[in-house]
């Protein structure tokens, strides 16, 4: 899977919306919003950091540490995230997850996003 067959997947999903907080177009942020378009939640950040593709994903705080306890050389703490957001996210590259593997994070994900809504 690649970064646009990622994004499309998140894109598919009820609500779900794409934002380029940052300068370029090279880190997407897929969020949904509440359908009466009040608050929105950040469910996946799509982005290339030093020529590898990433994904960036939200869970509980303690699968997050359990995912980067047993797969440290795969999953790490959420890349270009703030301190109070650090337990929630974790980023990984792209093509060291099983395609099926990286849709139940983004389903999880936005699960979480949706609940904060």
Known sequence: MDKQQLAEYC???ESAYLD???AGDDYAVVKVKKTDGGK???FAEIFTL???DMLTFSTDENTALFLRENFPDIIVRGWHCP???AKYKSSMAI???EDEQLLQ???ASYQMALSKL
């Open 95 to 97: 093509k060291l997850v």
């Open 40 to 42: 929105n939640r950040i």
């Open 11 to 13: 894109l598919a999903k």
């Open 50 to 52: 030093q020529g590898v």
């Open 105 to 107: 994070f983004i389903d």
């Open 83 to 85: 301190p109070v957001q």
């Open 20 to 22: 380029f907080p940052f």
